[in-house]
């Protein structure tokens, strides 16, 4: 990237960081089980709600407790369960259709991040019925109040519980794009170990990484606050000590509600200060092959974390200590080299790979640029790279090894 750019990226990150105080973040209220829904719901005078989820969450019986309780106690609950993993428009529409005809007042995104997102972008076309998503996508389009908008995670987590956004594909034209504002973050988030007990091994470890990816970025990027840094640190703290536990053993509880309090804590970092290019290549790789987020993120954490460098090692040693492997008084270099060790470590022990055998090397050069385009001007990141530069995180994950850029 040349000095230019770097300047423009610079000069856009630092306009956001100075907004940061003055715009309306707020966190979800956290509600410990389903039955506080019930109590919200009275409380606001709403009496249809709309359960946004998938197949296979409501095969499991995962949505089932909810269904019946609200039956019983006199609500009605309406339930599209068609979601899909990257949620299209053409679902978010058939929802909304739903949510009208059944004249609903509330959603309840219940599922990984693609229902949460889905209910979050039916919330979003509800505000703006004139609108559709295209026109709804990007920052800050949406401006009204969206109906009353709970998450319930099964998965902990892609954050989307806290955030403001949510991302829709075009089945058309195969366009991954995000809705991003702020009545997108949803009311309240149900963080109920009861929902993830289920979560294969694999999923669990996928999306465990993932969060700890988003509170390492947000940490080290240069929009933090002391807010995003204290959610970051406890957000690495709990990931290091609950997430080997609940990729092993699924149903331990306490582990699990950990899990689920860490996706909402690096869910609440990263909305606020940004991820980094670990995510913009993650995303890239997961439009492309339709490979699991969590998992490629992972995988490519360490990797980017080495390429900082020095830059971060300040950083690093304050994650280094949150993650119990370096004390105040080890030596700064030590203690940043330990950390990336210890990413490196989690993802062995809990079955996560070194690279992506999906990739195929004559795509490299188109998605540095999706990478890029998505990373820069907006992401914070320690050190800035242009597309050119981006290509090494591929070929360091590339199963055939090769020349990096
Ligand atoms: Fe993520």
Redesign the pocket.
Known sequence: MNIAEKVYCRVFQFGFKLAIPVLPYRNPEVLNSVERILEMLKEKKIERVMLVTDGVVRSLGITKHLEELLGRKGFTAVVYDRVQSNPTVRIVEEARQLYLQKDCQALIGFGGGSSMDTAKAVGALIARPKSNLEDLGGILRIWKKTPLTIAIPTTAG??SETTVAAVVVDEESGHKYALMDFPLIPDAAVLDPETTLTLPPRVTAGTGM??L??AVEAYIGRSTTKQTRREALRCVRLVFGNLERAVKNGSDRKARRNMLRASYLGGAAFTVSY?GYA?AV?HSLSGKYNVP??ET?AILLPYVLEAYGTTIYPQLKALAIAAGVAHMDTEEALAAQSFIRAVWELNRRIGIGTKIPELKKEDIAKLARLAAAEGNPVYPVPVLYGAKELERFYYDVLEEGGTRA
């Open positions: 892609t954050g993932d969060t990816a988003h991820v995510h993650s987020h969590g993120t």
